[in-house]
Structure formats: structure tokens, C-alpha cells
């Protein structure tokens, strides 16, 4: 790409507020640099007066060629749908996972893209999300929380998904830490500018993020988070994985938002459940009672994101010497006492069984190893 066709790109990425539906596509239609002149000069085609009222506030403020440098000074990029990082899998229609009753129609596909990405790290953003999970839950975890999402988030990097989370405190943090602690690679989707990290405690967290995963933005340069722009960015965190795992959220919850765009979009949400007093897993209960997967162990995760025969292992169940018994059998055994003998007589009165039964099913017993015979009486093996 030529640095004209770059810097329309920046400028497009700036001139609307994100989502805009109706500004992709116009790209879609006329490509980026005449779609950035037609935003300049106020001539649109037919049929997009949206992208009129869209760009109007901010038409005539054309900062592209300051954004491109601060974020190349920043070590960071402008992806667009014209390079080859852009991953465009995952801002694509997948309508054989879209449920039926679900929209999906071409506009609303384009409601979920951005225009473009700002990104600083080493990883590419395409291959970051081919194998990916995305990680929320509440700013104020419990233990619990914390310890769930330690241990789910390590183990699917241990399997070699990228860990995708919002960089915010709570799960996310913990989400993203966990990935970096166990080598594996992580992106944060955040609200506003690169150049305004927030929140501002996590800094550093970003920079561990940034060397070998990416930290990601749809707003340029400058961009200050606002309360919208953290819904928004939910949206992306939302469509653009292989799934969603919600891990504690409150009642009232943005999380839930995440939620929402991965089922408008067909991608699996699973929720870990909690305590039913506690208040910071209400919103996960609430998701499964709306459908999204129980997971208690990271291989249901995957087999719900994973590839095609990714299945969970099944539960090892301990086993019990008397399983297997039934009928008259297990009638007599539940007859002996557990800590002294009983006679025949006793044992059929107990079990309400004939004598003649009683002993038969005695000798199976003694024989499996449950029951020994002492002298008149009959105990239990252990």
C-alpha cells in the first residue's frame, strides 16, 4: 500500500465513531481513498446519506499524517483490510454458526468490523486470532475468579490459543497475565488511543503484551476511553474470537455485552459457574440459563472453541467395590452392619428376602470379596 492510500485509511479510521456500518461500506463499494475523498469533498452516492451525518463533525479535522507517525513513534502500526495481517476471518459472515432467529444480513456484518486497527506488538493480528479465546468477567474477581481464570487461561496457552481479554483490572488482567506466565501469547483490546493506556496501572502489562502478542485499538491516536467506547470494544473482543469464556460477572455487568455480540455472531460463550450466593456470578448464571456452555475445566473450553475432535476426557470416576451389585445382591450386602456380624436369619429379615435366596446370594458375595463368613455369622470384608 502507497502512503496516499495509508493515510485515507487513517483518515477514515478517524472521521466517524466507531461502529459505523454505513462508512465500511462505502469502502466496501469504492475503495478507501475515494471513499476518504468523497468524506472531504461531502459527495456521497446515492443511498449514503448515513455516512453524511456520520462524518460531519469531523470531516474537516485531517489528522492522518500526525496519527500514522505518533503511532509509528509509539512502535506500533495501521492495519487495514489491504494488508495481508488483516484477519479477515474473523470480521467475516460465518452464517453456517449464526443462529437462524440471529441477524446477519450484510449490514450487520459491517456494524461489527472496524475500519481499521492501531496495533503495537509483535505478533500479527491474523494469526494471533486463528486459534483464540477471549477471557472477561468482573473488575473485582474473587479468589475463586482469580484462581479459575489463572488456571483456564494457562492451560489453553499450554494448548497454543492466544488469550484475548479487554486489558482492564479483574479477569482480564488476570486473564492476560496468566498467558505471559505460561509463554503464551495474548492480545488486549482496548477503549481509546495507544497512547492512552488504561487503566494507567496496567502500563507495564500492555509493554509484556506487546512483545510478543498485540495491544489493539479501532480509535486512532489521542482517542480518550469513554464508557461507549468500552462497549465497543466488547464488540470486538466478542466476534473476533473462536469463543468466549465468562469467568465471574455481576448483575449488571458489561460483560454481559461481550456475551451478547458473540451470540449475534454464532460464536460459542461458555460461563463458569459459582456459588448461587455469590453476586459476582449472577450474570454467568444468568448466561447459562440463556444457553452459553457450563465449563468447569479448560478442556470443555476447547472442545467447544477448538478444532473439530477436540473433545474433553471424560471425568474419572472412582470406582466402588459394590458397583455392579443390584437386585437381591445389593440388598444383602446393605443387611450387614458395618462394624459386626449377623446370622442368616437376621440378614434375610433385614433384607426381605427368603433364607434359601439369602444364602446364595451370600456365596456370590463372599466370592467377589465383599462379605467373609465368621463361624454362624456374616460380615463385612473391610
Known amino acids: 500500500m502507497n502512503d496516499d492510500g495509508r493515510r485515507a485509511w487513517a483518515y477514515l479510521s478517524r472521521v466517524a465513531e466507531p461502529p459505523c456500518g454505513p462508512l465500511v461500506a462505502l469502502i466496501d463499494l469504492v475503495g478507501?481513498?475515494?471513499?476518504?475523498?468523497?468524506?472531504?469533498?461531502?459527495?456521497?452516492?446515492?443511498?449514503?446519506?448515513?455516512?453524511?451525518?456520520?462524518?460531519?463533525?469531523?470531516?474537516?479535522a485531517d489528522r492522518a499524517a500526525a496519527d500514522l507517525e505518533h503511532v509509528a513513534h509509539l512502535g506500533g502500526r495501521l492495519v487495514t483490510p489491504d494488508d495481508d495481517e488483516w484477519p479477515e476471518y474473523r470480521f467475516q459472515p460465518m452464517a453456517a454458526r449464526i443462529p437462524p432467529e440471529a441477524p446477519h444480513h450484510e449490514d450487520e456484518v459491517r456494524e461489527l468490523r472496524p475500519v481499521a486497527?492501531?496495533?503495537?506488538?509483535e505478533g500479527r493480528i491474523d494469526e494471533l486470532l486463528e486459534r483464540s479465546v477471549a477471557m472477561v468477567g468482573t473488575r473485582a474477581p474473587s479468589s475463586y475468579g482469580e484462581r479459575v481464570t489463572d488456571d483456564f487461561a494457562g492451560d489453553l496457552s499450554a494448548e497454543?490459543?492466544?488469550?484475548?481479554?479487554?486489558?482492564?483490572?479483574?479477569?482480564?488482567?488476570?486473564?492476560?497475565?496468566?498467558?505471559?506466565?505460561?509463554?503464551?501469547?495474548?492480545?488486549?483490546f482496548v477503549a481509546g488511543g495507544l497512547d492512552r493506556p488504561y487503566p494507567a496501572g496496567h502500563a507495564g502489562l500492555f509493554r509484556r503484551i506487546?512483545?510478543?502478542?498485540?495491544?489493539?485499538s479501532e480509535y486512532p491516536p489521542g482517542t480518550v476511553p469513554g464508557r461507549h467506547r468500552f462497549l465497543n470494544r466488547n464488540r470486538?473482543?466478542?466476534?473476533?474470537?473462536?469463543?468466549?469464556?465468562?469467568?465471574?460477572?455481576?448483575?449488571r455487568s458489561g460483560t454481559r455485552n461481550t456475551a451478547t455480540w458473540a451470540g449475534r455472531r454464532g460464536v460459542p460463550v461458555c460461563a463458569v459457574p459459582g456459588p448461587v450466593t455469590a453476586a459476582t456470578s449472577v450474570t454467568c448464571h444468568q448466561l447459562i440459563r440463556d444457553g452459553a456452555r457450563l465449563v468447569s475445566r479448560s478442556s470443555e473450553v476447547i472442545e467447544e472453541v477448538g478444532r473439530i475432535g477436540e473433545l474433553a476426557l471424560e471425568l474419572e470416576v472412582p470406582e466402588r467395590p459394590t458397583d455392579g451389585?443390584?437386585?437381591?445382591?445389593?440388598?444383602?450386602?446393605?443387611a450387614l452392619p458395618a462394624r459386626s456380624g449377623l446370622p442368616v436369619s437376621e440378614i434375610a429379615s433385614i433384607a426381605g428376602l427368603p433364607a434359601r435366596a439369602v444364602m446364595m446370594q451370600l456365596a456370590v458375595l463372599e466370592t467377589k470379596g465383599l462379605i467373609r463368613r465368621d463361624g454362624a455369622l456374616w460380615r463385612l470384608a473391610n
Open 117 to 121: 486497527l492501531w496495533v503495537i506488538g
Open 325 to 334: 451389585l443390584e437386585g437381591p445382591a445389593l440388598r444383602v450386602h446393605d
Open 210 to 216: 506487546a512483545e510478543s502478542g498485540v495491544v489493539v
Open 160 to 188: 497454543g490459543f492466544t488469550i484475548v481479554s479487554g486489558g482492564a483490572y479483574g479477569i482480564d488482567g488476570a486473564a492476560h497475565r496468566a498467558a505471559l506466565a505460561a509463554e503464551g501469547r495474548t492480545i488486549a
Open 32 to 60: 478507501a481513498p475515494e471513499a476518504a475523498e468523497m468524506v472531504r469533498r461531502r459527495e456521497f452516492p446515492e443511498g449514503f446519506e448515513a455516512v453524511a451525518d456520520a462524518t460531519t463533525g469531523r470531516a474537516a
Open 236 to 251: 470486538i473482543v466478542g466476534t473476533a474470537t473462536g469463543g468466549v469464556v465468562v469467568v465471574e460477572a455481576g448483575f
